[in-house]
């Protein structure tokens, strides 16, 4: 179906019960590893069912040391543990429909994170308590086992930089200007995937610099839709 993309020729479309997508472990990916540089993480997600507990990116190195973002109808919830003490919990309101693109971008400066939703911040919270997650990036899913990501993913970045100039603040209130093209690589981008692969195929090529490029593993049902 080639309405089902943002961007390009198509998208990763994922069924909701077993698809998924795994990044091997990198450092570009180690969000929380301090509280002195920036990275961003930006994507477009278009739900085909809501309900609470779908995951867009999570990293877990052990049962108690883990950290993700997920959809739980309407919120966003951004969570993570280290030795099984909870050091991130922030959930607000999103959207709750189905069969509209929405984009989602993670924003780290220093020691504050922001998301937002559409160019509007919804969430901000700060972190003191770092730590380097020695694991893959997953996408779509909780450890490949649970909370399935059900519907569509386009133009997924990860970005050594404060991509947007962003300045998420406690109120919060601080906007961003939400993408209008398929992103551009330049010598930040750590992870960018276009999601343009052959309809039904099942490959995820990445895109950014060549020396950052990663191996994408497709587990389960999730297969690029034109």
Known sequence: DTSV?????ASAQFDGSDAYLSVPDSS??????????????DFWVNH????????????????????????????????????DSVFINESES??????????????????????????TQIIYTTFSTTKDFAAPLII?????GSDFFDGYMDEVRWSDSNVFDADPNSTPDDTITVPTGASTPDSNTKLLLHMNGANDGTSFPDSSESANRHDITANGDVTNTR
């Open 5 to 9: 993309k943002k961007w390009g020729t």
């Open 28 to 41: 570009p990916f180690n969000l929380f590893a301090n509280t002195t540089d920036s990275k961003t993480l």
């Open 48 to 83: 085909s069912t809501v309900s609470s507990g779908q995951v867009y990116f999570m990293v877990r190195e052990a049962g108690t040391d883990y950290w993700f973002i997920r959809h739980d109808s309407p919120n966003i919830l951004l969570y993570g543990k280290i030795s």
């Open 94 to 119: 999103a959207f709750s429909n189905t069969g509209a693109w929405h984009h989602i971008a993670l924003v780290k400066i220093a020691d504050k994170l922001g998301v937002y939703v559409d160019g």
């Open 140 to 144: 779509g899913s909780q450890d490949g």
